[in-house]
């Protein structure tokens, strides 16, 4: 298996511009995470999808952050319009849904906004 | 609730010295444990599991539920050891989706 595949794996823009990033989580897992990672505040969870319902969104900094996951290989995270403060790696995971089970991580997306 | 506590930022040793990354967590059931590793600019990789009671790397990570800890440790530190290390709970109480909390993290510097 590919892993979790994200993509870009760069992004540069200017503020106020739309920032989508993908994910395509590992074929046969049902849950799906988004996580920011910056210095300042670690590893921060998002939002997560189980079965392609998004289950918790409490994570999701402002209006301005948006996700999707129309079927079980595909999710978009949208930042409309972006600001510099957005400026994180993004992380994509998926696992299989049970309780001992690790999430596997794709190799983020480094976004920059200028 | 349901937190994991890594009370280092940064854990600077030199090489051929022992290491021990800690963790503690709170969790009111029976807990499901994993340490991830993160080399510079890469993802978060899987380390272990203490389900597995494997070592991974030299390292091995011990269940305490008495002291509700599951440090991580390693007899001899080697340089490429030099990463983040975040400790990770299954968070049963999401209705088994898969939910991990994670710690703070913790950048584990090995000096030659």
């Known amino acids: 298996d590919a892993g979790v595949i994200q993509s870009p794996r760069h992004e540069v823009t200017e503020m106020g511009q739309e920032v989508t990033l993908r994910c395509k989580p590992i074929s046969g897992h049902n849950s799906l995470f988004w996580y920011r990672q910056t210095m300042m505040r670690g590893l921060e969870l998002l939002i997560y999808?189980?079965?392609?319902?998004?289950?918790?969104d409490s994570g999701m900094p402002e209006d301005r952050f948006s996700a999707k996951m129309p079927n079980a290989s595909f999710s978009t995270l949208k930042i409309q319009p972006s600001e510099p403060r957005d400026s994180a790696v993004y992380f994509c995971?998926?696992?299989?849904?049970?309780?001992?089970?690790?999430?596997?991580f794709g190799d983020g997306t480094r976004l920059s906004i200028l | 609730a349901q937190r994991v506590t890594q009370p280092e930022k940064l854990l600077s040793v030199f090489k051929g010295a022992p290491v021990e990354l800690k963790c503690n967590y709170s969790y009111s059931g029976s807990p499901e444990l994993f340490w991830y590793v993160q080399y510079s600019r890469q993802r978060l990789q899987l380390l272990l599991r203490h389900i597995s009671r494997e070592s991974i790397k030299g390292f091995t990570a011990d269940l305490n539920k008495g002291e509700t800890s599951f440090h991580l440790k390693k007899p001899f530190a080697q340089e490429e050891d030099s990463a983040m290390y975040y400790c990770a709970l299954s968070a049963s109480n999401s209705g088994n989706t898969g939910k991990l909390i994670f710690g703070q993290g913790t950048t584990l510097q090995v000096k030659p």
């Open positions: 999808f189980n079965n392609n319902v998004p289950i918790d």
């Open positions: 995971a998926s696992t299989q849904s049970a309780i001992n089970q690790p999430q596997h």
